[in-house]
């Protein structure tokens, strides 16, 4: 009878050696940034970074021919609170691309050609996802301002009537 007890629990033991044979490694790396400080946004000093530019009723008939464009509207992006030390500094405003004209798409139910243009103070285009070179703030005291003008341009002649939107997120990057 001894001899049977013994033997069960052996059996176990040399089966659950064989379950063990097989194994799996990974690597997960983790990565990030320590900053002293984020840039506080302010759009059109209105203590907030969520802001609407009200670009206004535009004729659409104004923007039958190709290049047409409504008046621009300034605004202003304003960034304080900025961490000082970095070697690069960029600031960029995220969203689609019409096609490959560097104009913002727009969104009013039909691909009538209309996009956002969007154009810092030396009337230079700003483009969809594209960094631009900002200053390195001096200290964290410093207050950067980045004047634009946005406006709508025809790109194929074509305007259909009814109201559009253009969501973009604000981005800034250090290096």
């Not at 064989?18 to 490694?25: G, Q, R, Y």
């Not at 969007?118 to 950067?144: C, E, M």
């Amino acid at each position: 009878m001894n001899k049977k007890i013994i033997a069960l629990p052996l059996s176990i033991l040399l089966t659950l050696g064989l379950m063990e044979t097989a194994s799996a490694t990974g690597t997960v790396n983790f990565k990030g940034n320590l900053a002293g400080s984020i840039c506080t946004i302010d759009v059109n000093n209105t203590g907030t970074d969520n802001s609407i530019i009200e670009l206004g009723n535009i004729d659409a008939n104004a923007l039958k021919a190709v290049g047409a464009t409504s008046p621009a509207v300034n605004f202003k992006v304003n960034m304080t609170g900025c961490p000082s030390g970095y070697s690069s500094f960029q600031f960029q405003f995220s969203g689609d691309e019409y096609g490959s004209t560097g104009d913002f798409a727009v969104s009013h139910g039909q691909d009538d050609g209309v996009v956002i243009e969007l154009k810092d103070s030396h009337g230079t285009q700003i483009s969809p996802n594209t960094p631009i070179q900002v200053a390195a703030p001096a200290s964290s005291d410093t207050r950067i301002e980045l004047p634009f003008t946005a406006n709508i341009r025809s790109t194929k002649g074509d305007a259909a009537v009814g109201q559009f939107v253009m969501a973009t997120n604000i981005s800034v990057l250090y290096e």
